[in-house]
């Protein structure tokens, strides 16, 4: 059903870039079931393209849902994939990489090269950037601050030490840069910890596991979790409402477990291990060395622990999703208590199948 | 103060870029990718004075010594002969080109400018791989080397370049004439060459797309490769590139008259093998006790550089780039001879030259060996 709240028919092209991925093929799916006939899902040749096969398979006659493999690197795709789109999802990033310049390759010169292209398509009506909570900095806020869409983002994103969120500061800057400078009709929106089928494990947030002993490192602080289908209903919503251009949100869920109660259900439904608790002050210190002995040492170890990274990762920290609430009108479709359900029964799954 | 640029700004320009800070008496002057968002965003995490998406301007405003070439192979005989032709000393990272005619022709121009220019073979310059090479130099070898097997193996995943390269039909790595082998197997093959004392040594190769990746609908990707190099009948070496064999080995193995030395890459350590032979039931148990000692002996040392901060992932990097500077500012001779650069090209062109004449010849072959199979057609004749 056509929606006065939205700046698209369900006619219109509607582009999600990433479209393969573990959020993506969820937002494909949601924007079928809102009605959108005329979806193009664009995955890199390396893509394992069987999620979105199957939602075509199924889509009915009346839909279009068109699969696209092409390279965001080159300008041709770009050109060629954004034609016509009125709405562009941009999903595909750099995930994984260990490479400063690799991440940084396949997020910013990819998002670079999508917008460009997006500019020459008259049709264009929303960017939708999909960044990630890594952007901010936590340094300047006391313990257990809150954490939304005002606080600054990293300045020094390099120092960090972390392939990823170097990425995607600077992605999210030159997005901002194609608003201001060529009105780019953009949307950012940044999920914290996505998880679900699809995204087993744990997240580091709770803790690492190194050397064969799980290091738990959240203890009490709130994770900010966020249930893919329900961040898939905010990614899906910053695309479609009208009047939110050049707005940032945050996407977390309600009701956020703690690290400790996420630690001991996994282990309650999901398998047993031993894990030691790291306090706050010990991992802050030990980061605190691992940062001097490399830059002492000139590199010898990266600086992977670090207090930047500390404070993003480990510093306790309230976060809020009262602005996707109020501007999109986002509410939780899946609770987190079945969230986590679902998520533990995929972790099991995955277990057996190893 | 040595004035050092970079072209290409990819992962590799990371490394270069990291250990070229570790030296002392130079400094980057500039870096230049055609894509102006790479080149900033290296000069923006490393101390740099400049970026540049041309190279003419690196070249003419930066007025870099030397220009460390970190582009895609194909690109690397272009690149380095505007380079040469500006006056400016080269370090090319590998492969050093894409043939031994564009090897030669670069090594030529370098000569005839009264330049420098060295190929990126750094793990020849690791820790161990300096003691394996006073070691050869000192005789402990006897005669020889009589025999040398050079391990180089990768795995191969669905993640990170390998992903991409297996994913993509267009992507660059498949343009070289040895694909994925052109890309890796230089360090394995250089290890050899230095070794060698023909100029034009026999070499049979025999390679196939492993099981592994005709299942993930892989046709053109060579990743098993065999080859023999026979040298003037005194010297033979066998070379092993492989994406399924475990471990995944990164060995360099030499045997003389007298002795032999095992290099181990990934370990770091470098154990010596003992020519003679001990008495009756002394060659059962002193020998392992040899062996502890030597791998205690390896241990200590590696944390001794690890205490000392001279044990980066990259130390053969840095030991290369420092010995090219100071070659370049002492006119003292190169870390790498020209010679061993060129036969390491002369090498990977035979293989590559058989890998794809036995390709064409034996569509569809399970294996492809240039010299058997064309025997098998002379017995068919």
């Given at each position: 059903m056509e929606r006065d709240d939205f700046i698209v028919r369900q006619d219109d092209l509607i582009l999600v870039t990433g479209a393969t991925g573990f959020i993506g093929s969820r937002l494909v799916a949601n924007l079928m079931d809102r009605g959108f006939r005329n979806v193009r899902c664009l995955a890199r040749p390396s893509s394992k393209i069987g999620r979105v096969k199957a939602l075509s398979a199924s889509a009915s006659d009346a839909s279009r849902l068109e699969v696209v493999t092409g390279n965001l690197l080159s300008r041709e795709d770009c050109a060629a994939v954004t034609r016509?789109?009125?709405?562009i999802f941009h999903l595909a990033a750099g995930r994984g990489e260990k490479s400063v310049a690799d991440a940084f390759l396949n997020s910013v010169v990819t998002t670079r090269n999508v917008m460009e292209a997006s500019l020459q398509n008259?049709?264009?009506r929303r960017f939708v950037n999909v960044s990630s909570f890594t952007v901010y900095t936590n340094g300047n806020k006391p313990k257990g601050g809150l954490l939304d869409e005002t606080c600054p983002v990293e300045?020094?994103?390099?120092?960090?030490?972390d392939a990823y969120c170097y990425a995607k500061v600077k992605q999210d800057e030159i997005v901002r840069q194609y608003g201001s400078r060529f009105g780019l009709p953009y949307v950012i929106v940044r999920p914290g910890y996505v998880y679900g089928p699809g995204n087993e494990g744990i997240t580091a947030r709770v803790g690492i596991n190194t050397f064969g002993i799980f290091l738990h490192l959240g203890g009490s602080n709130t994770i900010p979790f966020s249930y893919v289908d329900n961040c898939v209903e905010a990614i899906a919503l910053a695309g479609l409402k009208r009047g939110v251009e050049g707005e940032v949100f945050n996407v977390v869920d309600d009701d956020l477990p703690s690290s400790r109660q996420f630690l001991r259900e996994y282990k309650r439904n999901v398998k047993r291990f031993r894990s030691i608790y790291l306090p706050h002050a010990m991992s802050y210190s030990l980061s605190y060395l691992w940062e001097q002995y490399s830059s002492w040492s000139r590199g010898q170890l990266p600086p992977v622990f670090n207090r930047r990274d500390w404070q993003v990762t480990w510093k306790k920290t309230r976060y809020s999703n009262e602005k996707v609430k109020a501007s999109l009108g986002w509410t939780q479709k899946v609770p987190t208590a079945e969230g986590l359900r679902r998520h533990f029964e995929a972790c099991r799954n995955r277990g057996r199948n190893a | 103060m040595l004035k050092v640029a970079i072209v290409g700004c990819g992962k590799i320009a990371e490394a270069h870029a990291s250990q070229i800070g570790r030296i002392d008496g130079c400094e980057i002057v500039g870096v230049c990718d055609r894509e102006p968002l790479m080149a900033q965003q290296l000069y923006e995490r490393f101390p740099i004075k400049r970026h540049f998406s041309d190279l003419s301007e690196m070249l003419s405003d930066a007025k870099p010594d030397v220009i460390h070439i970190c582009t895609p192979p194909e690109s690397h005989y272009d690149i380095a002969t505007i380079c040469l032709r500006a006056g400016v000393h080269v370090y090319v990272e590998k492969p050093f080109t894409v043939d031994e005619e564009q090897a030669r022709k670069l090594v030529a121009l370098a000569i005839e400018k009264g330049l420098k220019i060295t190929a990126g073979h750094d793990d020849q310059f690791t820790h161990v791989a300096r003691r394996m090479r006073m070691l050869v130099q000192s005789g402990f070898l006897g005669n020889g080397p009589v025999h040398m097997e050079s391990y180089y193996c990768y795995e191969i995943g669905r993640s990170g370049y390998a992903g991409a390269l297996l994913g993509?039909?267009?992507?660059?790595?498949?343009?070289?004439?040895?694909k994925l082998l052109h890309n890796i197997i230089s360090h394995g093959v250089a290890r050899i060459a230095e070794f060698v004392s023909s100029e034009s040594p026999q070499v049979i190769a025999c390679g196939f797309v492993s099981p592994s990746l005709k299942k993930m609908g892989?046709?053109?990707?060579?990743d098993e490769l065999r080859v023999i190099i026979c040298d003037e009948e005194s010297t033979t070496a066998y070379f092993t590139f492989s994406s399924q064999m475990r471990p995944s080995l990164h060995q360099f193995r030499m045997y003389g008259s007298e002795n032999g030395l095992i290099l181990d890459h990934d370990d770091e350590t470098l154990i010596k093998l003992r020519g003679a032979r001990y008495k009756s039931y002394a060659e059962k148990f002193v020998p392992p006790l040899q062996f502890a000692a030597q791998y205690l002996g390896n241990l200590r040392g590696n944390l001794a550089k690890f205490l000392a901060r001279d044990f980066h992932m990259k130390s053969g990097m840095k030991y290369l780039i420092e010995s090219f500077y100071r070659s370049i500012v002492e006119d003292s001779p190169l870390p790498i001879s020209y010679r061993e650069i060129l036969l390491t090209a002369k090498i990977m062109d035979e293989i590559f030259a058989q890998l794809n004449v036995s390709q064409l010849q034996g569509e569809g072959a399970e294996t492809t060996s240039a010299r058997s199979s064309l025997k098998i057609k002379e017995v068919h004749l």
């Amino acid at each position: 059903m056509e929606r006065d709240d939205f700046i698209v028919r369900q006619d219109d092209l509607i582009l999600v870039t990433g479209a393969t991925g573990f959020i993506g093929s969820r937002l494909v799916a949601n924007l079928m079931d809102r009605g959108f006939r005329n979806v193009r899902c664009l995955a890199r040749p390396s893509s394992k393209i069987g999620r979105v096969k199957a939602l075509s398979a199924s889509a009915s006659d009346a839909s279009r849902l068109e699969v696209v493999t092409g390279n965001l690197l080159s300008r041709e795709d770009c050109a060629a994939v954004t034609r016509g789109a009125s709405v562009i999802f941009h999903l595909a990033a750099g995930r994984g990489e260990k490479s400063v310049a690799d991440a940084f390759l396949n997020s910013v010169v990819t998002t670079r090269n999508v917008m460009e292209a997006s500019l020459q398509n008259r049709s264009l009506r929303r960017f939708v950037n999909v960044s990630s909570f890594t952007v901010y900095t936590n340094g300047n806020k006391p313990k257990g601050g809150l954490l939304d869409e005002t606080c600054p983002v990293e300045e020094h994103p390099q120092g960090r030490g972390d392939a990823y969120c170097y990425a995607k500061v600077k992605q999210d800057e030159i997005v901002r840069q194609y608003g201001s400078r060529f009105g780019l009709p953009y949307v950012i929106v940044r999920p914290g910890y996505v998880y679900g089928p699809g995204n087993e494990g744990i997240t580091a947030r709770v803790g690492i596991n190194t050397f064969g002993i799980f290091l738990h490192l959240g203890g009490s602080n709130t994770i900010p979790f966020s249930y893919v289908d329900n961040c898939v209903e905010a990614i899906a919503l910053a695309g479609l409402k009208r009047g939110v251009e050049g707005e940032v949100f945050n996407v977390v869920d309600d009701d956020l477990p703690s690290s400790r109660q996420f630690l001991r259900e996994y282990k309650r439904n999901v398998k047993r291990f031993r894990s030691i608790y790291l306090p706050h002050a010990m991992s802050y210190s030990l980061s605190y060395l691992w940062e001097q002995y490399s830059s002492w040492s000139r590199g010898q170890l990266p600086p992977v622990f670090n207090r930047r990274d500390w404070q993003v990762t480990w510093k306790k920290t309230r976060y809020s999703n009262e602005k996707v609430k109020a501007s999109l009108g986002w509410t939780q479709k899946v609770p987190t208590a079945e969230g986590l359900r679902r998520h533990f029964e995929a972790c099991r799954n995955r277990g057996r199948n190893a | 103060m040595l004035k050092v640029a970079i072209v290409g700004c990819g992962k590799i320009a990371e490394a270069h870029a990291s250990q070229i800070g570790r030296i002392d008496g130079c400094e980057i002057v500039g870096v230049c990718d055609r894509e102006p968002l790479m080149a900033q965003q290296l000069y923006e995490r490393f101390p740099i004075k400049r970026h540049f998406s041309d190279l003419s301007e690196m070249l003419s405003d930066a007025k870099p010594d030397v220009i460390h070439i970190c582009t895609p192979p194909e690109s690397h005989y272009d690149i380095a002969t505007i380079c040469l032709r500006a006056g400016v000393h080269v370090y090319v990272e590998k492969p050093f080109t894409v043939d031994e005619e564009q090897a030669r022709k670069l090594v030529a121009l370098a000569i005839e400018k009264g330049l420098k220019i060295t190929a990126g073979h750094d793990d020849q310059f690791t820790h161990v791989a300096r003691r394996m090479r006073m070691l050869v130099q000192s005789g402990f070898l006897g005669n020889g080397p009589v025999h040398m097997e050079s391990y180089y193996c990768y795995e191969i995943g669905r993640s990170g370049y390998a992903g991409a390269l297996l994913g993509d039909k267009g992507h660059w790595v498949r343009r070289l004439p040895g694909k994925l082998l052109h890309n890796i197997i230089s360090h394995g093959v250089a290890r050899i060459a230095e070794f060698v004392s023909s100029e034009s040594p026999q070499v049979i190769a025999c390679g196939f797309v492993s099981p592994s990746l005709k299942k993930m609908g892989e046709t053109e990707i060579i990743d098993e490769l065999r080859v023999i190099i026979c040298d003037e009948e005194s010297t033979t070496a066998y070379f092993t590139f492989s994406s399924q064999m475990r471990p995944s080995l990164h060995q360099f193995r030499m045997y003389g008259s007298e002795n032999g030395l095992i290099l181990d890459h990934d370990d770091e350590t470098l154990i010596k093998l003992r020519g003679a032979r001990y008495k009756s039931y002394a060659e059962k148990f002193v020998p392992p006790l040899q062996f502890a000692a030597q791998y205690l002996g390896n241990l200590r040392g590696n944390l001794a550089k690890f205490l000392a901060r001279d044990f980066h992932m990259k130390s053969g990097m840095k030991y290369l780039i420092e010995s090219f500077y100071r070659s370049i500012v002492e006119d003292s001779p190169l870390p790498i001879s020209y010679r061993e650069i060129l036969l390491t090209a002369k090498i990977m062109d035979e293989i590559f030259a058989q890998l794809n004449v036995s390709q064409l010849q034996g569509e569809g072959a399970e294996t492809t060996s240039a010299r058997s199979s064309l025997k098998i057609k002379e017995v068919h004749l």
